[in-house]
């Protein structure tokens, strides 16, 4: 969430803001939030996840961070619920759970989480995508409008989407593996509907501990729908982006992650649970 904020400041301080967005080829607005960020010792252009990408395809998903925690590593962001139960999405600081029965519910502060991504956004530089199509034509156009293939970044995109087709995950026994536990899960499609994607693009080398490549909610207007994004169709978007190159990540202390055999490369498991033909 953010709030407009107007001050007057000395014409010498204000050039220096100019020139620094200037050298670094972003708006002053910009420049302003990263040294407010820096001078109140706040998290800026940082990603916080809870345990990795690799010990949830093993069956590590029993909870370990509140909703409540989240909330003071950021604002916007996804993941999931202690047993599965339900798709996490949060945008502008409140926290939705997606059920697999078609139920959207505000998470309580004391809900678990046993894998989440979240920032605080910040758009660095938006863009309007034309002729999007499908959820494939929509991957290529982001990847030719990312800057890199090392940083992370946060997707926040909007517009009235034709036709989602969302899946949630449905509550499952503690220690069942991803891919297991996702054939159970519930898919459907929705027509004509307003809302927004919220999710994150992460480089190819963080594999073991993200989900690699894109990682994709949705969310109604009216916060009556939501789930994991399988597939789409839409003609254009309006895509807002914010790079990450602050990574902080907490291991569970939970007996489960402490023992599990975390060696094996989760990218295939991944692949399986996170995407579908739909695309």
Known sequence: MTRRL?????????????????AEGVGVAHVVR????????????????????GALV????????????????????????????????????????????????????????????????????????DDVGSLASLIELLDGVRTTDNLFLGIR??????????????????????????????????????????????????RAVAVPGYHLHFVSDDHEQAGHVLGLRIGALHVELHELHDIHLALPESESFVHADLRRDPSDDLEVAEHDAHR
């Open 58 to 129: 093993e069956g590590v998903n029993d909870g370990c961070v509140s909703v409540a925690d989240l909330r003071r590593h950021g604002d916007f962001g996804v993941g999931t619920f202690d047993g599965l139960d339900g798709e996490l999405v949060m945008l502008d600081g409140r926290c939705y759970r997606a059920r697999g029965d078609g139920r959207v519910l505000e998470a309580p502060d004391d809900a678990l989480t046993p894998f989440a991504v979240v920032t605080r956004f910040h758009a660095d530089r938006a863009v309007e995508l």
């Open 157 to 206: 995109a909007t517009r009235a989407f034709e036709r989602l087709d969302l899946r949630a995950a449905c509550r499952t026994e503690l220690g069942v593996p991803l891919v297991e536990a996702t054939t159970h899960q519930e898919e459907w499609s929705l027509s004509a509907v307003r809302g927004i994607l919220v999710g994150f693009w992460s480089p190819t080398y963080s």
């Open 6 to 22: 107007s001050l007057d400041v000395p014409d010498d301080l204000l050039a220096a803001v100019q020139e620094r967005a200037v």
């Open 34 to 53: 990263g040294i407010l960020a820096e001078a109140l010792d706040l998290q800026h252009h940082s990603l916080f996840q809870v345990s990795t990408s």
